[in-house]
């Protein structure tokens, strides 16, 4: 087990990256633009996003938008706002958000709020507080978090707060890890975190943690790499990181590389992916892994690419 | 839509003989075709021509269909048959009937699930029957299905149905009394169900069904957390109810896990519940013999307690411990 191959990770991103004619990677080409930001954000952290020729990925990225404003998932896609904050966020990464039409793409998200304040994805009006973080870490990269109604945005997202401390998907919804990090990330960046109970959720994440040092997103689940990002951003949100154990989840991680060809998978010895193996560097460095660059867990972006974007002008 | 249409490669169909197959643009750098499955690029080269020129007939919505079943996930396509069934009007009982065919191979898919709502949505209250028939099954392939619930949730409120819901969740429960989803629903239903008079009125039968319930699994989480759930903004009832600290007591005083038994009877002291010795004795006896010294403060034991037992979350119990009054509350 040991250490993080990084290396080999980076070898095995940019070979996703080159390997368009697999089947894999067809089957999956319309969500392309999330498989950017999971595969070019793990570079980042690894400190070699340099490895890419950033030209070409905005020159694609840029052919994504639609006329809403929005992006969509690959070429000859329809916009959601799925793939709005991922192009929003790689074009951060590449420092090159001053390419975009700020109030074009901020036009796209607001125009998707309903009148409870939810957000729907897209058009087609599917609702789900995820799309509530989406479209609030979205606009406060472009810094036009003044184009929606963000009281109600908040409120709607304090409505899907459950009896357990945790958050659900729309009222009602079980708790669950990864809509507990979308609700916390929103009210973290509106500053409304006074609507969660951080004990009490706290408490309900740091339950999260399993004998085998990994992490559920929900009672008497599996483990799961990816929960290292969302379980864990969520307790750093709320102060409350120190109530797991570190070593035993960084052990976790670590097992689940394929220290031969690089990439992490949900638990040790399943195939690995990018979406994996983002989770698991994001939460290496969550954990302070060393050799990591710092990530801020609100906006899921190194901590000098927010520096850059909110403290620099 | 079987293999034996399909044996017809549409390249060599007459029906599609005056339309222009586009391919996919990737960009700077195009997709070569190496290793995947022909009808793949093919059909996908005629979805983009009927897509970018707008085409809502019936050879494009049978399109839609390979193109899903080769790629249930590409979001565009389901959009595009939407605008087809719309166009169309399509009888949207029989797209249930194919959205049925798909799913059980699909179970997680965010495009399935939404395509059904969106149809179920325009059935209305019709549907209410044939959708909680629908996610049962799915239930019964995997009581947790995130997205079979959320669905769930969706049509008892917007279209009905109710009424043997909490009698669903016992049935999922007696299959696995740990399933964190059944016990999410069951509050779901006693906190909004029109026809069970709310939290209060089924108050005292659901503590009753939580309480056997713990005593058969003292180690589940869930039934714990529901039984708090239950006297929600009251914590006032919930410490002055026999039945709750008994249920701790009945666990400490047994070999079982105690770690969910202590922290509830750590949570009521911390809401002004006063111990006896009865209780003061069953958490004395649970006392690692290395431990701390005897603490006369019955939380500050627990605390200790609970970073043996569960040492995983030390921290957490840590500070518990930390946060209790230092003055002594005999």
Partial sequence: MGELVVDKHVKYILSVEKRKDSFESVVLEHLRMNGAYWGLATLDILGKLDALDSNEVIEWIMKCQHESGGFAGNIGHDPHMLYTLSAVQVLALFDKLNVLDADKVANYISGLQNEDGSFSGDEWGEVDSRFSYLAICCLSILHRLDKINVEKAVNYIASCKNVDGGFGCTPGGESHAGQIFCCLGALAITGSLHHVDKDLLGWWLCERQVKSGGLNGRPEKLPDVCYSWWVLSSLIMIDRVHWINKDKLVKFILNCQDTENGGISDRPEDAVDVYHTYFGVAGLSLLEYPGLKAIDPAHALPVDVVNRIFFQK | ?330
């Fill in chain 2, 1 to 330: 839509m079987d293999a034996e249409e399909h044996k017809l490669r549409l390249s060599q169909d007459p029906e599609w003989a005056d339309v222009t197959p586009i391919p996919q643009d990737d960009g700077p750098n195009p997709v070569v075709p190496i290793d995947y499955k022909p009808d793949f690029i093919e059909t996908m080269g005629y979805f983009r021509a009927v897509y970018k020129a707008n085409e809502f007939s019936p050879r494009a919505l049978q399109l839609t269909h390979q193109a899903i079943l080769l790629n249930p996930g590409n979001y565009t396509v389901w959009h595009f048959r939407r605008l087809i069934l719309d166009a169309l009007g399509i009888d949207l009982n029989e797209e249930l009937n194919f959205m049925s065919g798909i799913s059980e191979s699909n179970p997680k898919n965010y495009q399935i699930w939404h395509h059904r709502r969106w149809i179920a949505e325009k059935l209305g209250t019709d549907a209410a029957s044939k959708e909680l028939e629908f996610t049962r099954r799915m239930l019964s392939l995997d009581a947790k299905n995130y997205h079979a619930w959320s669905h769930r949730q969706w049509v008892l409120q917007a279209l009905g149905g109710w009424e043997n819901e909490l009698d669903y969740c016992h049935q999922l429960l007696e299959k696995d009394v740990f399933n964190n989803s059944a016990w999410n629903q069951r509050y779901f239903v006693v906190t909004r169900s029109p026809f069970l008079g709310g939290l209060e009125a089924t108050r005292e039968s659901e503590v009753k069904y939580t309480i056997e319930t713990i005593l058969g699994n003292p180690g589940n989480e869930s039934p714990w957390r529901y039984l708090r759930g239950l006297y929600k903004n009251d914590p006032k009832s919930w410490i002055s109810d026999p039945q709750v600290s008994s249920v701790c007591l009945k666990v400490l005083s047994a070999e079982a896990n105690h770690v969910f038994a202590l922290s509830t009877l750590l949570d009521l002291l911390s809401h002004g519940f006063q111990a006896n010795q009865e209780f003061r004795d069953a958490v004395d006896s649970l006392r690692p013999s290395n431990s701390d010294p005897a603490d006369s403060d019955i939380a500050k034991t627990i605390c200790s307690i609970l970073r043996h037992v569960d040492p995983m979350r030390v921290n957490y119990w840590t500070w518990r411990k930390s946060k209790l009054p230092s003055s002594v509350s005999v």
